[in-house]
């Protein structure tokens, strides 16, 4: 067994003197002074501590939401295998909820089609192509009016200039008549002034002075009819410019209205793919609906994770129970439990520390549905003092002994130390984790065990009997006794210190015979 360094004694040299004299002034009589000689051997150092056989892996397993018990299909004790069904809960409420997830689904997926066959964009391409048209016929039918007005005016045009070619022609015959007439000597009975001088030479016509009156008045009627045919001009010009106004707004209108089903139509086109984009996103989170909903249907059913064996249940069918909220702690480089961490609530910890076992944490969370523990190995988990655990590294061997198998002693390796604190009983300490590394087939979960770790050795070390050995403050003697018997103390330097014996770094050599009946 090894155990810590073994403390500092009080000696002094006046004990030393003492001894040594006490032994020269004894009777021939008595018995020779029991001594051994300076030596080789093994010496071990380490550091011990009581800690639990532990389970390479707990599981503390329940349902993530709460539900009456409706399946139990396990018993503590049973061995069970990754995916076996263990317990089942009601799932009505689970199988409405998935249902409803999926009508959501078929409604967004509908939405979906319906705005990808939504046919907003091919009508508003439709509009601006009839928009386009009007544009154009409303082009076509201006340039057709202004042409006609062209047409219109032109045909007024030479309407006026007949009517003043005919205007100046009957002015001509009227001047030409009153001329005659008045060579006749009758011009002063119209009294008419002459207009014009007469176009020919005055000729001899009998009736110039009958014909007169006729002659003037068409001659006013032909300046009349030049006068109208005028007006019609302008009136045929004023009537291309209104036109053509009029005709300029109409084809401004049709271009707005062009402009605007072309923005709508771009509108259109620019809105399709974020409409699409919303609805798959609709589509999405209706789907995640649905896995939700399958995972809570699911999750109605406990299954194993790993291989293992059942060692608690805490309910029964038609029971009610709570969501899962119970977390193994873990100890330190695995999944093993820490002892006395993995009892089922803070009352059966309590209970522990009543009944003698000590204070240890309670596990955090209520009590689960099924506890379940592996069955691939065990590893030994020890809280260590911290003077002790500033000495431990992982690959350290270690002694394991249990005090359920006196007769067993298993070898095993320091696996991890934990980084950081745990206050037991107000003392600080630090879970070392070792690995068993040949594990007895009667082993099982919670068993006590004596966790002995080697931090030093020797071997073939020059070394004495710790029962040897004086320490006084940072002195450490032995007493030499000499071939004549002579006793005499003797300083030396220790190395490692084991459980029985000591490492001699200089002072001493090998073959010395050194006094056992001093005292640490």
Known sequence: MIFRSPRKAVGAMAMITLMVAAAGCSSGGSPPPRTVPVSRAAVETGVSAQGSISATATNNLGFGSGGQLTELNVSVGDEVRPGQVLAKIDDFNARQQLAQAEAA?????????????????????????????VV??????????LDADDDAIHAAEQAADQAKQGATA???NFAQTQADCAAQGGASSYGAPRMFPPLTPPASNPNACILLPGAQSQAAQSQQAAAQAEGQVQQARSKKNLDEAAGQVQIAQARNGLVQVQNQLDATRADRPHQLDGAQAQVDGARVGVENAQRALDNTTLTAPVDGVVTAINGAVGEY?????????QAPGGTAAIPGAAAAGAGAAAASAGAGGGASPSRPGGQELIMLQSTSGFSVVAPFQEIDAAALRPGQPAHVTLDALPDVTIEGTVLAVSPASTDIANVINYYVT???ARPDPRLKDGQTAQTSVITGEGTNALSVPNSAI????????????QSDGTQ?????????????????????????????????
């Open 105 to 133: 689904l078929d409604g967004q997926e509908a939405a979906y089609e319906q705005a990808l066959d939504n046919t907003a964009v091919d009508g508003a391409g439709n509009s601006v192509a009839s928009a386009r048209r």
């Open 136 to 145: 154009q016929a409303t082009e076509d039918q201006v340039d057709a009016t």
């Open 170 to 172: 009957a002015q001509a």
């Open 321 to 329: 129970t709570q969501p899962s909220s119970g977390l193994t702690p």
């Open 434 to 436: 070792v690995a068993v």
């Open 470 to 481: 004086i320490r006084q403050g940072d002195r450490t003697s032995v007493v030499v006794v």
């Open 488 to 520: 005499v103390p003797m300083p030396f330097v220790p190395g490692l210190v084991g459980a029985d014996r000591t490492e001699v770094r200089s002072g001493l050599v090998e073959g010395q015979q050194v006094l056992l009946t001093a005292r640490r």
